[in-house]
């Protein structure tokens, strides 16, 4: 933060600047972790001291680096998909070979998303700190939680945001929901890793409280959770949510070795129906609740026919699936009944 800035917060905003009061590093030091023997740590947990110490204000680094680990790993993430659509070879493990997205549309995506991003994201993200402050959860502290700690709290994390996205997710496929809010996310009917949060700011706002909001809960109950496993776990959810979006289904993607994992295969049959395919990581919630029909209906026609048969049936099946999702996408744009849901109902193949 400039000098300028602080000055400005000092003298108006005194009880706010108080927060991002600069220290020295000896401060820091002593403030952060005076009688902590950093030497005895490992490398990444005195490589996340110093980097505190270096920053001198606990708020403003973990907000930045909140943010930055946000950005790296959604870009980093996205953009290696894109270098993988323009490669003719790996065309044969697309779901939709038969659709193509164009720079413009890439473009389009891009602008959108670092606007989301900094103008939505970035200031829930840089008061990250202070939240985590208030709910107990360990954000400069060293040393971290152990592996196996950190897998359970991750395991807990996936759950509660696959259970949470299935319903915020279902409801936004509700009329004036999806009218207002959900669109623009259903405007790639076969859909691109970059686009994973390519939505309007309520949507990411709605279902980013998935992804936050079982840490939190989590500090409810229990006082051991560190940041860092907070940030493992976003790392993992984007790249979940990436991928999910990526439109390319390999044999060594993570669904051929966990039945219960979606993955692109599933996902992306909710972009190409419309309805059906709620859920994120996992798939029982669908399952569960039937909203797998028409994906289980298409998959099987398409297993059950000849080989001779297999292409001619598979693109009939394609196209009344993407007929019946036109139909209740337009349903749920203009607002009326029950949108997505009513699409749900009637959309089982005959």
């Known amino acids: 933060m400039s000098s300028v800035t602080y000055d400005f917060m000092s003298k108006y905003v005194p009880i706010v600047a108080d927060h991002?009061?600069?220290?020295?590093?000896?401060?820091?030091?002593?403030?952060?972790?005076?009688?902590i023997a950093l030497d005895n740590l490992n490398w990444l947990e005195r490589l996340w001291a110093s980097y505190y110490i270096w920053m001198g204000n606990p708020v403003l680094a973990t907000g930045?680096?909140?943010?930055?680990?946000?950005?790296?790993?959604?870009?980093?993430?996205a953009i290696p998909w894109l270098i993988v659509d323009a490669i003719p070879y790996f065309r044969k493990w697309k779901l939709q070979p038969g659709k193509t997205v164009s720079n413009e549309?890439?473009?389009?995506?891009?602008?959108?998303?670092?606007?989301?991003?900094?103008?939505?994201?970035?200031p829930l993200i840089y008061a990250f700190h202070p939240v985590c402050a208030y709910f107990g959860m360990a954000t400069y502290e060293?040393?971290?939680?152990?592996?196996?700690?950190?897998?359970?709290?991750?395991?807990?994390f996936f759950v509660?945001?696959?259970?949470?996205?299935?319903?915020?997710?279902?409801?936004l496929h509700w009329g004036?929901?999806?009218?207002?809010?959900?669109?623009?996310?259903?405007?790639?009917?076969?859909?691109?890793?970059?686009?994973?949060?390519?939505?309007?700011?309520l949507e990411v706002l709605i279902l980013a409280q998935g992804t936050i909001s079982g840490p939190f809960l989590y500090c409810l109950f229990r006082k051991d959770l560190h940041i860092f496993t907070v940030y493992i776990?976003?790392?993992?959810?984007?790249?979940?949510?990436?991928?999910?979006?990526?439109?390319?289904?390999?044999?060594?993607?993570?669904?051929?070795?966990?039945?219960?994992?979606?993955?692109?295969?599933?996902?992306?049959?909710?972009?190409?129906?419309?309805?059906?395919c709620y859920s994120t990581s996992f798939r029982w919630w669908d399952y569960m609740l039937g909203t797998?029909?028409?994906?289980?209906?298409?998959?099987?026609?398409?297993?059950?026919?000849?080989a001779k048969d297999k292409a001619a049936v598979e693109k009939r099946e394609i196209d009344r699936i993407e007929a019946e999702g036109i139909r209740a996408e337009r349903l749920a744009a203009a607002g009326g009944g029950q949108g997505g849901m009513e699409g749900v109902k009637r959309g089982k193949l005959e």
């Not at 797998?292 to 000849?306: G, L, Q, W």
Request: aromatic residues 18%; proline residues 5%.
């Open 64 to 77: 930045l680096m909140s943010f930055m680990v946000h950005e790296v790993i959604y870009f980093g993430r």
């Open 142 to 156: 060293v040393p971290f939680s152990s592996p196996l700690l950190m897998a359970a709290q991750i395991a807990f």
């Open 292 to 306: 797998d029909n028409k994906y289980h209906a298409f998959r099987n026609r398409v297993k059950n026919a000849s």
């Open 233 to 276: 776990w976003v790392t993992l959810r984007l790249f979940q949510a990436v991928d999910a979006h990526s439109g390319y289904d390999f044999p060594w993607s993570l669904r051929h070795w966990l039945p219960f994992w979606a993955g692109a295969d599933h996902h992306d049959f909710h972009h190409q129906a419309f309805t059906n």
């Open 20 to 35: 991002f009061a600069p220290m020295n590093a000896t401060t820091a030091r002593n403030t952060m972790y005076g009688g």
């Open 105 to 122: 549309q890439i473009l389009k995506c891009a602008k959108i998303v670092l606007l989301t991003h900094f103008t939505c994201e970035f």
């Open 176 to 201: 004036p929901f999806y009218k207002h809010i959900h669109k623009l996310h259903h405007e790639f009917s076969a859909p691109i890793g970059l686009a994973a949060e390519y939505a309007h700011p």
């Open 160 to 171: 509660f945001e696959d259970t949470f996205h299935y319903w915020a997710h279902r409801g």
